[in-house]
């Protein structure tokens, strides 16, 4: 006969223990948002989601708009740079967690962006995006 430390969890315990990981899932972006990534690795994540369309050099605008001190910016408000309507009528500042969410979903976000193909990147890579963005940034 086995004891009760050697049984399966209960049924219950299994759903409480589902719940959480479920919790986790969806705080993800705004959870990851939070954890440095290391620079090479954040660089590398920016060069493979954005490099192509955006700069990080101030005043260098490309098929997109460039990124320097883009967290605490409002957004669609870069002089110089042509966005998309409801790009210009968010009406929101760029935060970690705004950002974080735009790069994993940005039709979410700011539905009618034109960042078309572009489909959004990993909770994890996003989190690396904005660490580096912040980086290089000053923020």
Same mark, same amino acid.
């Given at each position: ?8 969890? #209960? ?6 223990? &589902?719940?959480?990981? =479920? ?12 954890? !440095?990534?290391?620079d ?15 700069? @990080?050099?101030?005043?260098?605008n490309r =098929?997109?708009?460039?990124?320097? *001190? ?14 998309? !309507? ?6 929101? @500042?760029?935060?970690?967690? *705004?950002?974080?969410?735009?790069? @994993? *979903?940005?039709?979410?976000? @700011? #539905?009618?962006? *034109?960042?078309? !193909?572009?489909? &959004? $990147? #990993? ?5 690396? $995006? ?6 290089? &940034?000053?923020?």
């Amino acid at each position: 006969m086995r004891s009760r430390l050697q049984m399966s969890p #209960s049924p219950w315990l299994r759903s409480i223990a &589902g719940a959480g990981a =479920l919790t986790l899932l969806l705080s993800a972006p705004s959870s990851l948002a939070q954890q !440095p990534a290391n620079d090479e690795a954040a660089q590398q994540a920016f060069n493979n989601s954005c490099r192509t369309c955006h700069s @990080v050099k101030d005043g260098d605008n490309r =098929l997109g708009p460039n990124l320097n *001190k883009i967290v605490g910016r409002k957004a669609g408000s870069l002089p110089n740079y042509n966005y998309s !309507p409801s790009m210009k009528d968010a009406g929101f @500042v760029w935060d970690q967690d *705004k950002l974080t969410r735009f790069l @994993v *979903k940005p039709d979410e976000v @700011v #539905s009618g962006n *034109k960042m078309q !193909p572009y489909g &959004g $990147v #990993s909770a994890e890579d996003a989190a690396k $995006v904005v660490a580096y963005l912040q980086a290089v &940034g000053g923020q």
